[in-house]
């Protein structure tokens, strides 16, 4: 998954917005002076409200799917002002990541009995999951992470390897893409429940 820092998100007009599992289309109507962007749903759905949202944003841009994870601001039902909290990334994923509202999670890496590094779950899929921390990892590195999922009536706590794939640093936060090596059929059964759920309005 390759970044971006050329792009200009004022030249993008139509994003699809995903909030807590539920997806949104919008058309950009301004930007502001601290970098956020304004957009307005062109589809029918309720809307949103509430202040400090997790979501993700995606466009097209030169033919290919991006993204970038924000918080979302409500003004009024319709229409929202995005921050971006992360790098724009190129969505080359094969299956779709669901949002999990920065549950937590440890890992610890392969071989090693300590330095257990907490991080926050920014989204996650049967293949990978995207990380925050403000711990460095590394890269082509495998860690043993344990996550706790917590969706509705679902919470359980999931242990699978993990090969760290990508890195990206954003002041003190590191941003990591993480693909699954090993994973028993029990913990993959597990993912699967919560990923059906989620996958659910």
């Known amino acids: ?8 998100l004022r030249s993008v007009r139509d ?3 995903r909030v807590e599992n ?12 601290q970098g956020e962007i ?31 994870t924000c918080k979302i601001f409500c003004p009024t039902l319709r229409r ?8 724009i990334a190129i969505d ?7 949002e999990t509202g920065l549950l937590k999670g440890r890992a610890v890496e392969k071989g090693l009995m300590h330095a257990a590094i907490d991080f926050n779950i920014l989204n996650i899929s049967r293949t990978g999951t995207r990380i925050e921390t403000s711990h460095p990892m590394k ?9 706790k999922l917590v969706i509705k009536h679902f919470s359980e706590i999931i242990r699978a390897e993990y090969v760290v794939t ?3 640093k954003i002041g003190s936060m590191y941003y990591y893409g993480c693909q699954v090596v090993n994973i028993s059929p029990s913990d993959a059964a597990l993912l699967e429940k919560y990923l059906n759920i989620a996958s659910k309005p």
């Open 139 to 147: 890269i082509g590195k495998t860690y043993l992470m344990e996550m």
């Open 80 to 87: 929202m002002a995005i921050v971006r909290t992360s790098p």
């Open 92 to 98: 080359s994923r094969r299956e779709r990541r669901y």
């Open 15 to 17: 994003f699809i917005i």
């Open 22 to 33: 539920r997806e949104h289309t919008a058309k950009l109507i301004g930007t502001g002076k």
């Open 166 to 168: 990508n890195e990206t």
């Open 38 to 68: 304004f957009v307005e749903l062109t589809d029918q759905s309720t809307g949103e409200s509430g202040m400090g949202k997790n979501g993700t944003a995606f466009f097209l841009w030169e033919g290919k799917w991006h993204y970038f």
């Open 1 to 8: 998954m390759g970044t971006m820092s050329a792009l200009d």
